[in-house]
């Protein structure tokens, strides 16, 4: 496993990270020690970094990464960031505010079995609640009070991202980057790189699609957001599918596939290519199986693509992909 330094923040981490949306809900059906296997395959693979979020099957996954790193002893080995504000009813800018922040905090701490969480994020806010700096005062005042050490956001559009890191408590981005979602490789990593901002990638798998492993037919649970957000039901629909179309991405897989290196899977060409940009600090891939997570660790270790490839790449998201998301996110 390599190591990447995270921003200003200065921890180095693995830059093969774990997502544990899978393991909380909206993925199928998952016991809870196949969750809690998940986080100690990623431990055993040399992962020290690991994103949540309190409203991952509503606490569940932070519950089992506690449970691990207590059996483990690994609460100071172990980078652990998580999300707040999703919980909010209604979703609304003007309700992220001190009080309610701080009680989502108190409960992933309890959670998580923290003193102080290494890194809170705001859970995908409304754009508005960008260009509204008590957002961030709110921040401020949980740092200074010990609660959280270090802040970040969680941003859907490209735009929330550049607004966000003008704020100084901002020190972290977490954001949809892979093939299929190529805009932050243009201003934003450049504007992330120049404020010392740790870049945390999630989705890179677009759901599955650049794994390979997904059929055109495929059937997926009535609790599986692939099945239930499609058209953005429940939330963002970019965070299904990286808000390509099923089959058009399917389309894009096809398009790609000739072009992945003979000793790859398209999943390792996918984290490499990731990779293979500087500006990223870690990429956080989410699976439900131990096996899969000790793969993507593996990743770390791979040669980078040639420029031929990342060429490739580029070629099949300006045909089939561009139109769908670029402008958009």
Known sequence: ??????????????????????????????????????????????????????????????????????????????????????????????????????????????????????LLQLHCPPTEAYYQPSTFDALERLKAEGKIAHAGVSVEKVEEGLKAIEYDVVETVQIIFNPFRQRPNELFFEQAKRNDIGVIVRVPYASGLLTGALERDQEFAEDDHRNFNREGEAFDVGETFAGVPYETGHDAVEALEPHVPEDLSLAELTLRWILDHEAVSTVIPGTTSPDHVRSNAAASELSPLSNRVHGAVRDVYEEYVFEHVHHRW
């Not at 180095?12 to 059906?29: F, H, K, P, R």
């Not at 196949?34 to 395959?41: E, L, Q, S």
């Not at 990464?65 to 999703?86: M, N, P, Q, S, W």
């Open 1 to 118: 496993m390599n190591y990447r330094r995270l921003g200003s923040i200065g921890n180095d981490i693995s830059e093969v990270g774990l997502g544990t949306w899978n393991i909380g809900g909206d993925w199928g059906d998952v016991d809870d020690e196949t969750g809690r296997d998940v986080v100690r395959a990623a431990i055993d693979a040399d992962i020290d970094f690991i994103d949540t979020a309190d409203v991952y099957g509503d606490g569940r996954s932070e519950r089992h990464i506690g449970h691990v790193l207590d059996e483990r002893g690994a609460h100071d080995d172990v980078f652990v960031a998580t999300k707040a504000g999703r919980r909010l009813e209604p979703h609304e800018a003007d309700r992220y505010d001190y009080d309610r922040l701080s009680s989502f905090v108190d409960r992933s701490r309890e959670n998580l079995g923290e003193e102080t969480l290494d």
